[in-house]
């Protein structure tokens, strides 16, 4: 099993472009989340989905969107980049059992995104 | 006031010293309590789970819980340098999403 990837791992923008990011888990797991990861600021949610078809929003929302079309991906979206998010994107996915150690998060190996 | 604190460090130790990371948080829902490694440039990845108070020990590391002071902490016995890495407390109450400390980087030296 390959768990948790991202694609790409590293982008450079130049503020007001759009990109998407990708992850994709194989571990048939239910929930999936996206973070974003800055110094002194610790990982933060940015969206969640409980489900195919489902998103909602985390912490820090603003300024991206979400998409989980299939079970396996959840993609976030930077329609319109700003140097403010410029980070290290996280995605992680766990299965469906709250509050016991099987909804233990894993996460992917991150997305550096440098906005110019 | 963040909901989590956690000294960034780093914490720097010679190898083979006992190690002590610590949280601190406010929110006395949390039941739930997780530590995180995370080596530089990977992803976390979860270390120790611990439910309410107590300790718990899997091989050097011992996780503990005291909810009476919103404190928790994890023990690393017999460091090694490739504990080297950053370390991450997580907590939650029962159907919350999982509120995240900034992290302690821990130095081993050989």
């Known amino acids: 099993n390959a768990g948790v990837t991202q694609t790409p791992k590293f982008r450079v923008l130049k503020t007001g472009q759009s990109m998407t990011l990708l992850c994709a888990q194989d571990?048939?797991?239910?929930?999936m989340y996206w973070y974003r990861q800055d110094p002194g600021m610790g990982l933060r949610l940015i969206h969640y989905s409980v489900g195919e078809g489902t998103t909602a929003k985390g912490e820090v929302p603003d300024g991206y969107n979400v998409s989980r079309l299939k079970k396996q991906n959840f993609l976030l979206g930077l329609e319109s980049a700003a140097p403010s998010q410029t980070s290290v994107y996280f995605c992680?996915?766990?299965?469906?059992?709250?509050?016991?150690?099987?909804?233990?998060?894993?996460f992917g190996p991150g997305t550096r995104l440098l906005v110019l | 006031q963040k909901e989590v604190e956690q000294d960034p460090g780093p914490l720097s130790v010679p190898e083979g010293a006992i190690v002590s990371l610590n949280c601190t948080y406010s929110n006395s829902a949390f039941q739930y309590f997780m530590w995180y490694r995370q080596y530089s440039r990977k992803g976390p990845e979860l270390l120790m789970y611990t439910y309410s108070s107590g300790n718990k020990e899997d091989g050097r590391f011992t996780a503990q819980v005291d909810k009476s002071s919103k404190y928790i902490s994890l023990f690393i016995r017999d460091s090694q340098p490739s504990d080297s890495a950053t370390y991450l407390c997580?907590?939650?109450?029962?159907?919350?999403?999982?509120?995240f400390g900034t992290g302690t980087r821990l130095l081993v030296s050989p």
């Open positions: 997580a907590m939650k109450t029962g159907f919350q999403k999982l509120v």
């Open positions: 571990m048939n797991h239910e929930y």
């Open positions: 992680a996915s766990s299965p469906r059992a709250w509050g016991t150690i099987q909804e233990t998060q894993y």
